[in-house]
């Protein structure tokens, strides 16, 4: 009788990374516990009194005392959770309001929220594109995104990492008459690269494809009123499906797409990740509605944040690191490390100086870089980002990668 064989096997090689790495001594970069978060740019972390630069909160809005109070009234009238789908009890009011507040800030007919970005890339790419459609998208797309095309059972057409050729010349090859789906990310999370979006889609428009644009990363931000990259480019108005998250610059948790397609709210019906999940907790859909009004008035701290962008990719660069791009390009800076356990060694010398950041390893990295990932904040002020890159400083002396 032949011995059954562990499903957990295909795991033994990620096992023995991790075992290999916490053997060294250092602590582990992937269970970091904050026992107190004091502000959206300090914690204590592992016991430390810690600046944050590995977070995502690029607004700052977690502690805004307006989105704070939102969700304890929220709380209070309405209670902790729904208990049910949207398409059953799980509409309360504060739902279609956040629904009402992301159709002014992009100014778009069609809104719908699910309870995480994840499911939202995952609901509305499996929904719109299934069997016998085309879906093209960059290499280096989220894992949600590939999830949803895999869920949608769609033929997938990945291309080369921001090629304009290579995005062309594969729509050519689909078979004319065929449905097809381009999906674009405006800032690209591990590296913080944007996407040239307004020559991309104007060639998506040319095969006759529909567009969706992944702004988890740059809305709130990027843009005159914060709509993301394709705003910042001229070319929203010709984006069929924007996707967002509210765990960025939002604050909160969720995650949504705004749409102008006049068909659009059929997905409230068929889209199986939002009916067969429970609705987000009132009190976070007040807390993201709060926030998002708040945000369509955010230009000085849009501008104070594209300023740390600025201040500390520059200092970075002086200090001899070598960086994900040649000029700041969103919040995310990404510092590239020679290897994993370099790059574990300085993530534990920054953390003992008092500073978070992410350390970013292959799978999910491109090109199987290691690498240390820091996502600014408008809150972060100028002497803190001066004081960041004195730890940096020490730090990488320390480890010996400058």
């Known amino acids: 009788m032949s011995e059954n064989r562990d499903l957990f096997s295909k795991f033994d090689d990620i096992i023995q990374v991790r075992e290999n790495l916490l053997a060294s001594g250092v602590e582990d970069p992937f269970s970091l516990v904050m026992e107190k978060v004091l502000s959206p740019t300090r914690a204590i972390c592992n016991g430390r009194d810690t600046i ?18 939102a969700g304890k009234q929220a709380l209070e009238n309405y209670g902790s959770g729904t208990t049910g ?27 719908m929220v699910f309870s995480t970005g994840y499911q939202a890339n995952l609901g509305i790419i499996s929904t719109i594109a299934g069997k016998g459609d085309y879906i093209v ?19 997938i057409v990945p291309f080369k990492h921001n090629d304009i050729e290579a995005l062309e010349n594969r729509l050519r090859r689909i078979p004319e008459g065929a449905g097809k789906l381009v999906v674009l990310e405006g800032v690209y999370s591990m590296l913080g690269d944007i996407a040239p979006l307004k020559e991309m889609i104007a060639i998506a428009k040319k ?57 659009f709210e059929i997905m409230r019906l068929v889209c199986r990740p939002y ?7 009132p009190s976070v859909v007040a807390t993201a509605a709060t926030s998002i009004r708040k945000l369509m008035h955010g230009s000085n701290k849009r501008a104070h944040l594209w300023e740390n962008s600025k201040r500390l990719h520059a ?14 390009q969103s919040a995310i800076v990404a510092v590239i490390m020679p290897d994993l356990e370099k790059g574990a060694a300085m993530w ?35 002497e803190e980002v001066e004081t960041i890159l004195g730890m940096f400083e020490r730090a990488g002396k320390a480890v010996g990668i400058i």
């Open 52 to 69: 944050l630069l590995g977070t995502y909160n690029y607004m700052g809005m977690t502690f805004d005392p307006d989105v704070i109070e």
């Open 85 to 111: 789908s949207r398409v059953l009890n799980g509409t309360y009011q504060g739902h279609k309001e956040c629904e009402e507040a992301l159709r002014e800030f992009y100014g778009m007919d069609h809104a």
């Open 137 to 155: 998208l960059d290499i280096d797309s989220h894992a949600s995104i590939w999830d949803g095309c895999a869920l949608g059972k769609a033929e």
């Open 207 to 263: 095969y006759g494809a529909m567009v969706l644009v992944d702004e988890a990363h740059s809305m709130g931000f990027i843009g005159e009123h914060g709509r993301g990259v394709a705003e910042a480019q001229g070319v929203i108005d010709d984006v069929d499906f924007v996707i967002g998250t509210f765990s960025k610059s939002v604050g909160t948790v969720g995650g949504f797409c705004v749409s102008n397609h006049p068909k």
């Open 275 to 281: 009916v067969f999940t429970a609705s987000l907790p």
């Open 315 to 328: 200092g970075l660069t002086g200090l001899g690191f070598t960086l994900g791009t040649k000029e700041p």
């Open 348 to 382: 534990e010398a920054l953390l003992k100086e008092g500073l978070y950041v992410n350390l970013a390893r292959p799978p999910a990295t491109p090109a199987n870089m290691t690498l240390l990932r820091c996502s600014l904040c408008a809150e972060h002020s100028s």
